[in-house]
């Protein structure tokens, strides 16, 4: 549903988690650091309340890149289609 997408700063909006995969892969990097810096992670928090996925979240909470939230997101993805 529209009001669980994710709004980045740039206007784009994201509907799921391949969505989000995919919008990192081309993201500038100013726009992923006003989402994911040392004051805040808003892909986590929205990976916390939309996808009630805790543990995933805390793990991209940790993240230091676009890079190595991609990475995150591509494994958990891939245990849950085992």
Known sequence: KPQ???NLAN???IKNLFGL???LDK???EVFYHHANQQRNDFGNWIRD???Q???ADEIAKAQSRL???VILLKFMTRKIR
């Open 4 to 6: 669980f997408y994710f």
């Open 11 to 13: 206007g784009q909006k």
């Open 21 to 23: 995969v995919s919008a």
């Open 27 to 29: 993201m500038p990097d």
């Open 50 to 52: 939309i996808f009630k």
């Open 54 to 56: 805790k543990n995933l």
């Open 68 to 70: 190595e939230t991609q």
